[in-house]
């Protein structure tokens, strides 16, 4: 089954920027998608944006829109999601989330109960 592990969490500023990683291993299928997500205590999951192991989907919710990019380096196995101006209310924990084969086609389009394997989690506070 795919592991996914996550890093880069940590506490910037308003306006700074970071990088999160998100490194998976355990691959059963060459054709795969890794999303992330983010939440805040007593809030739900929400979709952040997501890739296939072709590069060629890329989704954001539109609060992230312009601001954050998402990008993979297969020889690396890594996902990486780049946010540039962050604001408070980017604070949360960020999770990435795999899916792997056939459902990896459209589980970029699907919420969070669609993706069967998931990091533990990074926390990102932004704050002065």
């Known amino acids: 089954q795919l592991q996914l592990v996550e890093s880069g969490g940590a506490l910037v500023q308003p306006g700074g920027s970071l990088t999160l990683s998100c490194t998976a291993s355990?691959?059963?299928?060459?054709?795969?998608?890794i999303a992330w997500f983010r939440q805040v205590p007593g809030k739900e999951r929400e979709g952040v944006g997501c890739?296939?192991?072709?590069?060629?989907?890329?989704h954001y919710a539109d609060s992230v829109k312009g601001r954050f990019t998402i990008s993979r380096d297969k020889a690396k196995n890594t996902v990486y999601l780049q946010m540039n101006d962050l604001t408070p209310g980017d604070t949360a924990t960020y999770y990435c989330?795999?899916?792997?084969?056939?459902?990896?086609?459209?589980?970029?389009?699907?919420?969070?109960?669609?993706?069967?394997?998931w990091g533990q989690g990074t926390q990102v506070t932004v704050s002065s």
């Open positions: 989330a795999g899916e792997e084969g056939g459902r990896a086609g459209f589980v970029c389009y699907k919420g969070p109960s669609d993706f069967s394997s």
């Open positions: 890739i296939t192991s072709s590069g060629g989907t890329e």
């Open positions: 355990g691959f059963t299928a060459d054709y795969y998608a």
